[in-house]
């Protein structure tokens, strides 16, 4: 399908991110790149707003992000670049050119959401949250606020009525004896009390339980998710779709990740992995057809911010015959990650922009498992967020005529 380009006639002002694990590896990568982008000091590699067909989309600048987070870590972003520079990530030259704007950045931090240290009700530490992320836009004049999850993966809840019921929600978060919505949905919740977009980019609840959808819909609050697709999975989403395809049935696809680092250390936790395993599985299966997809996750504390990710692919060919297909990935996740994190913060600020609530399906193409969407071919994604960010990039231009802004 041809796009008559929709050119921009506007920007929707300076936008904040709110990074949830804001002094972890991704969110400080992404504060780096994004300063040294706006700096003129990098090209936006890797960023797909930067390039066609979404280039040509009315979205905020780079230089009109301003960055600011929880975390329940006391680590200085500058000295968590300094860990990434020493791991071989980032050249020093470019962390000492950006180092005042890493420290702008930190000092907009704020102590997170820790269940381990609450005192009072999980209302009570939403407000709290949502208090942060008002007052971050207030003090720096924005037109709005992205809440991106990038803490820790964590165990899925287990299924309860509280998470399914808003009302019961709301009321069950009041008692300070209950421990009712995990750590990232909590977060999400406080997202929505403050109006602000929302992207889940690990595999944990945080927006994806019914109670906070009728809440987003409430507030009228688009989101979208989850879990990123950086590296391996990104790569089935390609390669699937081509053997499907050339009439190629796929027997068995299996698959291996090595990790270190804190998401290495944090997935030994074989409830923690659950979550991550259910993610990286479901769109493969819907695309291959099989549910013979293991995966193994293992934590290689010497690998550091490196993953390894390894596949092998049986398939049936003509008269029976056999194929296999074999492929290694290796790179810094974080620097996979980094960009797609911020391609989501001026994308949900565009649909904040244009009244959108809800889930927002066309950004299935940044995750494993998409919210409001059963598509997991990748070119087909691409398509349809391309569409997408268009039709409402014109929207966006409509809804700002109708108030009379120019």
């Not at 929880?70 to 180092?99: C, F, N, Q, W």
């Not at 009072?120 to 606020?145: M, N, P």
């Not at 993953?307 to 810094?332: I, P």
């Amino acid at each position: 399908m041809h796009l008559s380009p929709h050119q921009p006639t506007w920007n929707h002002g300076r936008t904040g991110i709110w990074f949830v694990g804001a002094r972890g590896s991704v969110a400080t990568t992404a504060t780096l790149g994004l300063a040294a982008i706006a700096s003129g000091l990098s090209a936006a590699t890797g960023c797909v707003t930067a390039q066609p067909p979404l280039d040509s989309v009315a979205l905020p600048s780079f230089a009109d992000l301003v960055v600011g987070g929880h975390d329940i870590s006391d680590t200085p972003l500058g000295k968590r670049a300094e860990m990434l520079v020493e791991a071989g990530m980032i050249p020093y030259r470019l962390l000492e050119a950006v180092r005042p704007q890493l420290d702008a950045a930190d000092a907009e931090i704020r102590p997170g959401y820790d269940p381990a240290h609450r005192t009072g009700s999980q209302a009570a530490a939403a407000e709290r949250l949502a208090a942060d992320v008002t007052a971050f836009r207030e003090r720096h004049g924005l037109a709005r606020v992205v809440v991106v999850d990038l803490a820790s993966t964590e165990p899925l809840p287990a299924p309860a009525p509280e998470l399914e019921d808003l009302d019961l929600l709301r009321a069950a978060i009041e008692d300070p004896e209950r421990e009712v919505l995990p750590a990232s949905s909590v977060m999400a919740y406080a997202a929505l009390l403050a109006g602000a977009p929302y992207a889940g980019f690990t595999p944990s609840a945080s927006m994806n339980l019914p109670a906070l959808h009728a809440l987003a819909a409430e507030r009228g609050v688009p989101f979208a998710g989850q879990d990123g697709k950086t590296g391996q999975t990104w790569l089935r989403s390609v390669l699937a779709p081509a053997l499907a395809s050339r009439g190629l049935r796929v027997l068995s696809w299996a698959g291996s990740n090595l990790l270190g680092g804190g998401d290495g250390a944090t997935l030994a936790d074989p409830h923690a992995v659950q979550s991550k395993l259910v993610s990286k599985n479901r769109g493969l299966q819907d695309l291959t057809g099989t549910t013979v997809t293991p995966l193994h996750i293992d934590n290689v504390p010497d690998l550091g911010d490196i993953k390894v990710a390894w596949d092998h692919v049986h398939v049936e060919g003509f008269l029976g015959s056999r194929l296999t297909l074999q492929t290694t990935w290796s790179a810094y996740d974080s620097m996979l990650a980094a960009p797609l994190v911020l391609d989501l913060a001026r994308l949900l600020a565009l649909a904040d922009a244009a009244g959108l609530s809800g889930a927002v399906p066309e950004m299935g193409f940044f995750f494993k498992d998409p919210w409001g969407s059963d598509v997991h071919a990748f070119a087909e994604q691409s398509r349809e967020l391309g569409v997408w960010a268009h039709r409402t990039s014109a929207q966006a231009d409509q809804a700002r005529a109708e108030v009379g802004e120019p």
